[in-house]
């Protein structure tokens, strides 16, 4: 069954630790993406990567770190750069140019940080 | 800038139909998707409009006009389980596949 894992589900961190998200997908997907969303806001691009070993920032990348190894794996660290950790954090895998192709969301991490 | 409205909060009747409105000011366009969440879920995708016109798939269909910068999803004999946050998000022109989103239209359906 092809798709998109995250894990965990729930997440708690004390203020100033770094905590990696884990994003694993089996779609043979070459793009993948990292989005936060906050109460009453759409989604916002952190970082993304279009293929293996390259990615790039997104809209609000100060204090987050990502790595793109494998084509299956797209790892996202929270740091305690990041001034406002605590959020609902999606990943998300697409094939890259096409022009209808969607992007396919993983069930999303909630961090809390205190 | 890049900017995409949409209501914040809609309400509807079991059975009835909805419309929700996305309007959108972007620097590039390559089409437009709708996704449904629910609440504490992933955003699944329900439609695709790169050019003019109504796109219908099954109870959902969505309207696209670029030159008004200006969408709708049509939700048909609505039941409970319509019940979800809706996003509007445009793909940007490029060689990437960045979309920006909406903040999201709520739907409650009431019996």
């Known amino acids: 069954d092809g798709g998109i894992t995250q894990s965990p589900k729930y997440l708690f961190r004390k203020e100033g630790q770094n905590v990696t998200l884990s994003c694993e997908q089996n779609?043979?997907?070459?793009?993948m993406y990292w989005y936060r969303q906050d109460p009453g806001q759409g989604l916002r691009l952190i970082y993304y990567?279009?293929?293996?070993?390259?990615?790039q920032k997104g809209d609000i990348a100060e204090g987050y770190s990502v790595s793109r190894e494998k084509k299956e794996s797209f790892p996202l660290t929270v740091t305690s750069a990041q001034k406002n950790p605590t959020a609902f954090y999606l990943c998300?895998?697409?094939?890259?140019?096409?022009?209808?192709?969607?992007?396919?969301f993983g069930p999303g991490t909630r961090l809390t940080v205190t | 800038g890049q900017n995409i409205d949409q209501p914040t909060e809609m309400t509807a009747t079991e059975g009835a139909i909805v419309q929700i409105n996305c309007t959108y000011q972007?620097?590039?366009?390559?089409?437009l998707f709708w996704y449904q969440q629910h609440a504490g879920e992933a955003p699944t995708f329900l439609s695709y409009?790169?050019?003019?016109g109504l796109e219908e798939k099954g109870r959902f269909s969505s309207f696209l006009s670029r030159s008004k910068g200006y969408s709708y999803l049509l939700l048909k004999e609505l039941q409970m389980k319509d019940s979800a946050s809706y996003l509007c998000?445009?793909?940007?022109?490029?060689?990437?596949?960045?979309?920006?989103f909406g903040t999201g239209t709520r739907l409650q359906v009431f019996p």
């Open positions: 998300a895998s697409s094939i890259p140019g096409g022009a209808g192709y969607e992007q396919y």
């Open positions: 779609l043979n997907h070459d793009a």
């Open positions: 990567s279009q293929i293996v070993n390259d990615f």
């Open positions: 972007t620097s590039g366009f390559n089409g």
């Open positions: 409009n790169v050019l003019d």
């Open positions: 998000a445009v793909r940007d022109r490029g060689n990437t596949d960045k979309l920006i």
